[in-house]
T-cell receptor, first 112, second 115 residues
Framework: GENVEQHPSTLSVQEGDSAVIKCTYSDSASNYFPWYKQELGKGPQLIIDIRSNVGEKKDQRIAVTLNKTAKHFSLHITETQPEDSAVYFCAASSSNDYKLSFGAGTTVTVRA | SAVISQKPSRDICQRGTSLTIQCQVDSQVTMMFWYRQQPGQSLTLIATANQGSEATYESGFVIDKFPISRPNLTFSTLTVSNMSPEDSSIYLC????????????FGPGTRLTVL
């Protein structure tokens, strides 16, 4: 089955700086890569996703990149704000069964 | 995206008892799932709730421990049976809509503590 590894496990950044979270996957059939943000006491929220036919996608301060050859994808948050503090999960799935395999999560803390 | 609600939002239960968690979606969805998130951990898929038929369980999860119902396209229940402290987790309902078969959304979760 798919194995998704996520790094780092914790990330502390100064407000206004950028944050980068990296994930690798093992199954070359994976073609959908979502990112979720989970705030304390809440369920995971889908914040952005990327499909295998695209190398990069942006949405305001958030961007994702995908390198299919190397089997890795990354989340970039620019101009971080205190409200970006949360746990972020990457995930991967394929068209074979659409089951999401999640990374272990990254706890992001934005220091004011 | 679909709006998902869960009841209860949290509960504290005694070992040996059972708890049924409800998941309600504001629109008809093609697929519903139940996940477990142990403290400080990632999400683990328990089962896919199939409308009108038995749920499909992942390895390590069995129907006797986690019976699931899905009577229609907007509602599902997960029961945690004969609970032990190891069952203390967040239980999350998740759905996929028909508009984009890939996009998957999560409910707010049910925080369960077993004493």
């Amino acid at each position: 089955g798919e194995n998704v590894e996520q790094h780092p496990s914790t990330l502390s950044v100064q407000e206004g700086d950028s944050a980068v979270i990296k994930c690798t996957y093992s199954d070359s059939a994976s073609n959908y890569f979502p990112w979720y943000k989970q705030e304390l006491g809440k369920g995971p929220q889908l914040i952005i996703d990327i499909r295998s036919n695209v190398g990069e996608k942006k949405d305001q301060r958030i961007a994702v990149t995908l390198n299919k050859t190397a089997k890795h994808f990354s989340l970039h948050i620019t101009e971080t704000q205190p409200e970006d503090s949360a746990v972020y999960f990457c995930a991967a799935s394929s068209s074979n069964d659409y089951k999401l395999s999640f990374g272990a999560g990254t706890t992001v803390t934005v220091r004011a | 995206s679909a709006v998902i609600s869960q009841k209860p939002s949290r509960d504290i239960c005694q070992r040996g008892t059972s708890l049924t968690i409800q998941c309600q979606v504001d629109s008809q969805v093609t697929m519903m799932f139940w996940y477990r998130q142990q403290p400080g951990q990632s999400l683990t898929l328990i089962a896919t709730a199939n409308q009108g038929s038995e749920a499909t369980y992942e390895s390590g999860f069995v129907i006797d421990k986690f019976p699931i119902s899905r009577p229609n396209l907007t509602f599902s229940t997960l029961t945690v049976s004969n609970m032990s402290p190891e069952d203390s987790s967040i239980y999350l309902c998740s759905v996929r809509s028909g508009f984009d078969y890939n996009e998957q959304f999560f409910g707010p979760g049910t925080r369960l503590t077993v004493l």
